[in-house]
């Protein structure tokens, strides 16, 4: 037995009202809202029906007091028309390098990979706050914000050895019932480059990473061949998925993205590789991008995105040619960028602003970067709205996913495994008589 509990009134992305149970950790039903009340419904619908009116409005303060566990749950809630997504999914994160939970660490400049590896080592051995400490604050604001899974690259290198995978893979375990999370193992100072690391890199495919990582094979490491060789063979050797950083551009990143999509395919790993970034494909003729596109859909290569300034993958185009283009926060208030609070709503924004995104199917576009799209390119199984999906959701107080992208939600209810584990309830105060009287933002 197992209790279930109905989320009536839940507005699904094509506007539509429904009524949503859950138990058990999956989505049970979902049924258009009020059907169950109809004349003619069966008894078992007229008890859905009777449930409805006892359900727990979201508004309410009684909704307050079961969150904060002091009233036994409902069995049912009342969404009163909010919008229910499937939890975000956050594709590339680096929880092992953020400042989060540290004192306020200020940027220092470095203009190449090499000087900004370089740089975070520097800072790195200054921090009191140790990975476990940093990388929880992180994960927490990340589930805090309605993600439901992340993918984190965790350095890897001859100093830090396996000691920051090992942090993360512990607070995997520790947030077992809140977040899932897939690690990579990523060799930030190379490989080629840093002698050692590979037989790291593999210290840590034994540990328990779940993919095989690279970085930028001809521009850091200085040999694309010998440097996938490793990658591949890793990924071969361990069963694993693959997940290679490539910042370069021109025709070095067209060379190494072919290489790549090429032992994709030769090691039948379709679907289950990422080139993360591939600002290369923003600096190329369109048409080219295209053409890599079209092979990166047939090989199984996927682009993640996160909307940088300067180069970035032609999203459309990208997606026209069938190729699976999704997002990650990347890095969050670390050595390499100051931004970001684990919001991959903001993260969609982001990247629809840089893309020139402007209609709702446009917007729609990007928040499939953070959904469906990135569930699909690392492999997350039994995701979405749908019966018998994992009831990892988050509920936002916005009339479409549209705007949801365009304008955010101060309001966020995020459940995992059909159970609420976190939630973020604006009380705004309107003071000055002036303000009263105006239209509320939302009719
Ligand atoms: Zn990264």
Redesign the pocket.
Known sequence: MYDALTLFDARLANGSLADLTVADGRILSIVPAGRDGAPGASAGARATAALRDRAVRVDSPAFSEVLRGRTEQPAGIDLQGRLVLPALVNG???LDKTFMGARWQPHRVGTTVPARVGAERAIRSTLSESVAERSSALARAMVEFGTGTVRT?VDIDTELGISSLESILELRDALRDVLRMQVVA?PQSGILASPGVDRLLEDALIAGADVIGGLDPAGFDRDAVRHLDIVFGLAAAYGVGVDI?LHELGDSAVRQFRLIAERTRRAGLGGRVVV??AYGLGSIDLDLARRLGGEFAEAGVAVMTNGPAGPMPPVLAMREEGATVFS?S??IRDA?WPFGDGDMLGIARQVAYQSNFRTDEELETALDLVTHSAARAIGLPHYGIAEGAFADLVVLDALSPAAAIAGGSADRIVMHGGAFVAAQLRETHLVAPALRGAVAVRP
Request: proline share 0%; glycine share 8%.
């Open positions: 590339h994160a680096h690259h990523f950083h993360s970034h990650g990347d890095n390499w």
